[in-house]
C-alpha cells in the first residue's frame, strides 16, 4: 500500500513536472520569436542610424560650401562696394565742395 502511495505521489509530481517543462517550453519559443522580431526592429534602426549619419554629413558638407561662396561673395560685394565709393568719391568731391563754397 505504502509502494502504491509513493507511487502515486511520484506519478503527480512528474505530471506536475511535465507540465511545468511544457509550460516553459512554450514561454521559450514565445522568447525566441520576440527575440527575431528585436533583431529585425535593431537591424532597421542600425540602417536608419547609419542613412541620417549620412545625410547629416552631407548636409555639413553643403553646409561649408554655402558658407564658403557666401563668404565669397560677401568679399567680392565689399570690394565692388570700395570701388563704387573710390569711382563716386573721385569727380563729385570737388564739386560737392565748390557747391558748399558757393553756397557761403
Do not use: C, W
Not at 30 to 46: I, P, S
Not at 67 to 93: F, N, S, V
Request: no cysteine; hydrophobic share 45%.
Amino acid at each position: 500500500m505504502i509502494f502504491y502511495l509513493g507511487e502515486a505521489v511520484l506519478f503527480a509530481a512528474l505530471l506536475l513536472t511535465s507540465l511545468q517543462v511544457l509550460r516553459m517550453r512554450r514561454e521559450l519559443q514565445r522568447m525566441r520569436a520576440y527575440h527575431a522580431e528585436f533583431q529585425q526592429v535593431f537591424g532597421k534602426t542600425e540602417t536608419a542610424l547609419a542613412t541620417i549619419q549620412a545625410t547629416i554629413r552631407e548636409l555639413h558638407a553643403s553646409g561649408r560650401d554655402v558658407l564658403e561662396e557666401l563668404g565669397q561673395r560677401i568679399d567680392a560685394g565689399r570690394r565692388l562696394a570700395g570701388d563704387l565709393k573710390q569711382i563716386g568719391a573721385g569727380p563729385e568731391t570737388p564739386r560737392v565742395a565748390g557747391r558748399k563754397a558757393n553756397a557761403a
